[in-house]
Each structure stands twice: as C-alpha cells, then as structure tokens.
C-alpha cells in the first residue's frame, strides 16, 4: 500500500535493556536488547512491505532511539540517510522514579502513588514531568519541524512510549482521558497520511 508523498510515521524503539527489565527507564540512556534489535529490523520490513521509504528521519538524544532507527534504515538500504538527534524528543523525565522497577516504587510510594505518576496526564513525579509537561515540550518540536516534514515527503519518527503519547494527543487532538489509556508498544508504528494542510486522511496503527 502507497500512502504517498505526505506521510508522518511514529515508531516506538525497539524493547531496551531497563524494559525487559521492567524499570521507569525516562532519560536512561540504555541499549536495546537483542529482541529490540529484532523489533526495529521488523519495523524496516513493514515499511518496506508498504513502499515507505522516508525522506527524513528523526530520533531522540538518546541511543536506544538512533540504533532502532539506524536499523531500520539498514532493512530500507537507505545507510545514507542520517538520522537527526533531537533532545525534544527525549523520553519524559521520570524523577524519583527513574531506574526503579515497579515493585521497588510501590514499595517506598504506594501503589495508588505510583500508577497516578505513571498515567496520569497532570500528574508526574518529583521532580519529573507530567505527560502534560512532556506535551507541551514537544508540540513545538511538532509544529515547527515534524510536520514541516512530513508536509515535504514521508518523516520518520522514532522515539519513545511517552514522548509519542503527548504526539498522538496533539495529532489526533485527544483529551486526558483518552490519551491516560492510550498504549504504544516497543516497535510499534503509527502511519498518518496527510493533506496538503496537515490534516490527517488516514492513520493505520501496527502494534
């Protein structure tokens, strides 16, 4: 399937070390795992299978996010094409929480504590961020490249679970509620097909 020339893609890294783990990873700058690996490889043949071949890619500052799509552009043999590290992008900061797993941070904030940090839209972390403030870190980023992008040809994006929530929130204009029980998964990918004013005429989500 030819989506054509206006095409945003969202892609989730492949699975990282502190995933398989089942750490809040946030800022971690932690390698994917060989299943990871896997995951991006897999990404690259989906896009293939659907003649997506992107113009521009972008990743986060964060290795985990420039090795998924370094792979996928080798499945592509598109080598050449450099991948541009934003900061904007990164994963939200999970404060107190970075680097704990779950039982360890119930243990020390109660389970109630923990899930309302973890998904809620308003409320983050000790000095962490909200999904709010994530989203309005990255609108901008958006706005003022992403969709300038995508408007030009087919851009991909390769970033993290939460930094694509506040994406798809501001996309596809989702509320709190919607978006607190929105789940991306590592490898997972989101297609927007574009008009010429950036509204969307399609989106195909590949889990």
């Known amino acids: ?46 896009l293939s299978e659907r003649e997506l071949a992107p113009d521009r890619v972008f990743c986060s500052s964060l290795s985990r996010t420039r090795a998924t799509a370094e792979l996928i552009l080798e499945v592509l043999e598109q080598r050449s094409l450099e991948p541009e590290g934003l900061d904007t992008l990164d994963e939200r900061d999970y404060g107190v929480l970075t680097g704990l797993d779950m039982p360890a941070a119930v243990a020390r904030w109660g389970a109630d504590r923990v899930e309302t940090w973890r998904r809620s839209y308003a409320d983050g972390p000790p000095q962490g961020e909200s999904l709010r403030d994530t989203l ?34 501001a996309m596809e204009g989702l509320g709190p509620d919607a978006v607190e029980r929105l789940e991306i998964p590592t490898g997972s990918i989101r297609i927007y097909t574009l008009a010429a004013d950036a509204t969307i005429e399609a989106v195909e989500f590949l889990p």
């Open 1 to 46: 399937m030819n989506l054509g020339p206006r095409s945003l893609i969202l892609v989730r890294h492949g699975e990282s070390t502190a995933n398989a783990a089942g750490a809040f990873t946030g800022r971690l700058d932690v390698p994917l795992t060989e299943r990871g690996r896997e995951q991006a490889r897999a990404v690259g043949r989906r």
């Open 136 to 169: 309005a870190r990255i609108t901008p980023c958006l706005l003022r490249q992403l969709l300038p992008a995508a408007l030009r040809g087919t851009a991909l994006v390769v970033a993290h679970g939460n930094a694509l929530r506040a994406v798809v929130m």
